[in-house]
């Protein structure tokens, strides 16, 4: 078990710009989550992947955010013409579906600034 | 609406005394699970408890304890002799269960307690 590994932990863009975040879950894990968080405050759901499948989005996610999980593996969240208000930690979890409301693995996420 | 409030942001102690983190939720679901998770500088967040609304019995883990009331609605998490690598956020967590694939865990987070623990 070799944890939850997300890359890059931080970046650094412009306003305007479109940035990619990548996320390798604990290998049997099928379930996947992305959340954000922004500072002072808890973590937001964003999306939830079941294998390949991304069956729920949050509100929160813009059209100009979008994420894939190509193959049920490692997962991507692209964010285009990033804006200041974008600027957060993004998280991602995995589990593995035993029983209802499993235990999420969280990775130390991707901190993000817009400047 | 489901919601979860931590009222404490900062708890400053110092080393070798108890603290007690609140956590206070709402749902009008009758089956649902709380949690805790702790956040470390590194910004990893790690699990510490997970509690189901039909089990009200209190839990011990070493220097920690949870102590669940549903009648207040309240789940609040006690360190015992605080040490200086509990200082972390604390995040209580509210399930609520996606609707999909025979439900996941969609957590809804307080705003978390800052726990600094002095030597």
């Known amino acids: 078990d070799t944890g939850v590994s997300q890359n890059p932990r931080h970046k650094i863009t412009k306003r305007g710009q479109n940035v990619t975040f990548r996320c390798d879950p604990i290998s049997e894990h099928n379930r996947l989550y992305w959340y954000r968080q922004t500072l002072g405050q808890g973590p937001e759901f964003l999306t939830y992947f079941q294998n390949e499948a991304q069956l729920e989005k949050s509100r929160l996610l813009s059209d100009r955010f979008s994420a894939e999980r190509p193959k049920g593996s490692f997962s991507t969240l692209e964010i285009q013409r990033t804006e200041q208000g974008d600027s957060a930690m993004y998280l991602c979890?995995?589990?593995?579906?035993?029983?209802?409301?499993?235990?999420?693995?969280f990775g130390s996420g991707t901190q993000l600034s817009v400047l | 609406a489901q919601k979860v409030t931590q009222a404490q942001t900062e708890i400053s102690v110092v080393e070798k005394e108890d603290v007690t983190l609140d956590c206070v939720y709402e749902?009008?679901?009758?089956?649902?699970?709380l949690f805790w998770y702790k956040q470390p500088p590194s910004g990893e967040l790690v699990f510490l408890i997970r509690r189901n609304s039909f089990d009200e019995q209190n839990e011990i883990s070493g220097r920690y304890s949870w102590n669940f009331q549903k009648s207040t609605s309240s789940f609040n998490f006690t360190i015992t002799a605080s040490q200086v690598v509990d200082s972390a956020v604390y995040f209580c967590a509210l399930s609520e269960l996606g609707t999909f694939s025979g439900g996941y865990n969609k957590l809804i987070f307080g705003a978390g307690t800052r726990l600094a623990v002095h030597p």
């Open positions: 979890a995995s589990s593995l579906a035993t029983s209802p409301s499993e235990k999420l693995f």
């Open positions: 749902t009008r679901d009758t089956t649902y699970y």
